[in-house]
């Protein structure tokens, strides 16, 4: 089917590279551009901060499908590639070099980039920020028993570099604007569940406290903070959040709104233009609200839906957002986007680090977060799909099985 | 010779039905499941990163990965859905008496 056609993809990390394998899936017979400004194949980001950090992995597993499977989707790469201007109504998008394409329908899939420091001193050598496979590559070549690694933002980010530091025998400190870790995303205890995990594996975390400046004659040597206090470091890694990469949408005329806006299909507010990902916000029926979610699973389903609305179907994205993180062997995972909830309850044991956290708001599950219980964690999605009431104690009881409580 | 063997792996009353259970068979990971009466089973580590397979819940004929949610079909062994894209082996199952029997392949 469409033969003739043209979809263009922009952007090739996993938004792009499944939006790419789901037009070929689903029966797409045109050409597919997919567009990617690395010099790698379609890759997903996890592991640049956790495995590949960690020397555990190289890139090649980062890599969506291996070079045969790649090879039969028939998918045009170009990698290493901008995209300079995109032209809606005359349906071209331009790249590097003034090659012209012409496309029928396009996606934007361009992500995001790490936010930058506006301090003196940051384009320093040896100051670092985390998105791309280059910079994990990089940051890892520093990370050994000889160095000292500054890590600005007590984010997701911020705290596996520092899990990767301390594992690869290096001195780690963490410094923090705010008064605990993953403030947006984590209740007071589990912030200081993990606060007590680092500290115990030797991480110094100062509260309250953000750069002034870097110092260094040829290279970093020492940051100064707002305190005035002065840290002596080999590298800093700046980990402060994400930058949605909006500016081609903003300058093509989309709408936009913390993000491309989007509907619960993908598409943007021209109809034959569609966004997917860490830069999309789309409408969430499930939360009731808009938002732009910068997780891995949000860009591969978001992409997956609106590959196929591009192809015409009558299909819908919504899903409860889901996130997770390695450090130190421990695995956390967070369920929902609670904002408010009138009860905290406990499954499993805290201090055997193996339990989740159910928070709910008139016997509804808000959300959850879990340490090394990924199991209960997933089924907590089907509880909070069901709508139903449960009760705290039941919940608490480690005796009865989710599955049961669900049915019951 | 036969070209697979058949090793003795778990009782039938030890695994509930809608549920899977790892059994270690000549330092393999295998994954037991029980769907709806009829076992089968099939590798436990997740083609797509590190992770038991039998921790997760069946959905349907897939089993779900713990960790990130690709499902696999518990009687082909295939990756049904994303982020996994590579099958994972399935290997005959017996019953003698109230004892689960899983055929390795002879390497």
């Given amino acids: 089917m469409n033969e003739d056609q043209t979809f263009a993809i922009v952007g090739a990390g996993q938004a792009g590279g499944w939006a790419a394998k789901t037009l070929r899936d689903e029966g797409f017979g045109g050409r597919v551009l997919l567009i990617g400004d690395e010099n790698y194949p379609p890759h997903e980001r996890p592991p640049l901060s956790k495995e590949i950090l960690l020397g555990d992995a190289e890139k090649e597993t980062c890599f969506l499908w291996p070079p045969t499977v790649l090879n039969e989707t028939n998918i045009e790469m170009r990698t290493g590639i901008h995209v300079t201007e995109i032209k809606p109504e005359a349906h071209t998008l331009m790249l590097t070099g003034g090659e012209h394409v012409v496309w029928d329908k396009l996606m934007i899939a361009t992500g995001g980039r790490a936010t930058t420091l506006p301090a003196d001193g940051a384009d320093l050598d040896g100051v670092f920020t985390l998105r791309t496979i280059n910079d994990s590559e990089a940051i890892r070549e520093n990370l050994n028993e000889h160095t000292t690694v500054l890590i600005v933002g007590a984010g997701w980010i911020g705290l596996e570099v520092a899990s990767a530091a301390r594992k690869r025998g290096a001195k780690a400190i963490v410094i923090e604007r705010a008064d605990r870790v993953c403030e947006r995303a984590l209740a007071p205890d589990m912030s200081q569940w993990l606060h007590d995990l680092h500290v115990r594996n030797g991480v110094e975390i100062r509260y309250g406290v953000s750069i002034d400046c870097f110092e260094g004659d040829e290279k970093l040597e020492r940051a100064v903070m707002t305190d005035g206090n002065i840290i002596d470091c080999d590298i800093a890694v700046i980990g402060i959040g994400l930058t949605p990469n909006i500016e081609l949408a903003q300058a093509a005329g989309l709408e936009v709104n913390d993000g491309i806006v989007v509907n619960e299909q993908g598409q943007t507010s021209h109809p034959d233009i569609y966004a997917a990902g860490d830069n999309a916000n789309h409408p969430n029926a499930l939360l009731g609200r808009r938002i732009r979610l910068e997780s891995w699973e949000n860009a591969q389903n978001q992409a997956i839906c609106a590959a196929k609305a591009m192809l015409g179907q009558e299909i819908t994205y919504a899903e409860i957002p889901w996130f997770w993180s390695d450090q130190y062997g421990a695995n956390i995972q967070l369920m929902g986007l609670p904002e408010t909830w009138d009860e905290t309850v406990v499954r499993g044991n805290r201090d055997k680090a193996e339990f989740v956290e159910f928070y709910l708001k008139n016997g509804q599950i808000e959300g959850a977060a879990a340490i090394n219980n990924p199991r209960d964690l997933r089924f907590t999605r089907r509880m909070m799909m069901s709508n139903k009431k449960f009760i705290a104690s039941e919940l608490a009881d480690q005796g009865v099985k989710l599955q049961k409580l669900l049915k019951g | ?107």
């Fill in chain 2, 1 to 107: 010779m036969s070209d697979v063997t058949f090793h003795q792996a778990i009782k039938t009353d030890q695994l509930d039905e809608d549920e899977a259970l790892q059994v270690i068979i000549e330092g393999k990971e295998v994954a037991i499941i029980n769907l709806g009466g009829e076992f089968y089973a099939m590798d436990d580590i997740c083609s797509h990163a590190y992770a038991s397979m039998a921790d997760g819940y069946l959905e349907g004929e897939c089993l779900e990965c713990p960790l990130h949610g690709a499902q696999f079909n518990v009687k082909t062994g295939k990756a049904e859905t994303p982020p996994a894209t590579v099958d994972l082996a399935t290997y005959e199952v017996k019953i003698e008496g109230d004892d689960i029997l899983v055929g390795l392949p002879n390497s």
